[in-house]
């Protein structure tokens, strides 16, 4: 299984991003899809995630500026990121978890200028 993630760059705060994730080479349908980052320094977080069923979870920071979607038929997961803010700045990477199993992707880096 691997997972591309990408539409990560540099904008200006209030501005706005688009992360998409392709997974392939799976034959099964993901129990959940998210999205974690990581900043400098600080441990890696769960920013979103996404269950088969379209139920949504959110880290409280991200609530409301955040959009999480995911289209099962085509194993990909999306993050519509509005209103940044620089604390937003980290490297995001893209979680699959099929039972027991995680799968990650490759970081994109989000940056976040004031």
């Known amino acids: 299984v691997q997972l591309q993630a990408y539409g990560g760059g540099l904008v200006q705060a209030g501005g706005s991003l688009r992360l998409s994730c392709a997974a392939s080479g799976s034959s099964f349908s993901f129990d959940a899809m998210g999205w974690y980052r990581q900043a400098p320094g600080k441990q890696r977080k769960l920013v979103a995630n996404?269950?088969?069923?379209?139920?949504?979870n959110y880290e409280d920071s991200v609530k409301s500026r955040f959009t999480i979607s995911r289209d099962n038929a085509k194993n990909m997961v999306y993050l519509q990121m509005n209103s940044l803010k620089p604390e937003d700045t980290a490297v995001y990477y893209c979680?699959?978890?099929?039972?027991?199993?995680?799968?990650w992707g490759k970081g994109t880096q989000v940056t976040v200028s004031s």
């Open positions: 996404i269950a088969r069923t379209g139920n949504t």
């Open positions: 979680n699959a978890r099929y039972i027991a199993f995680h799968y």
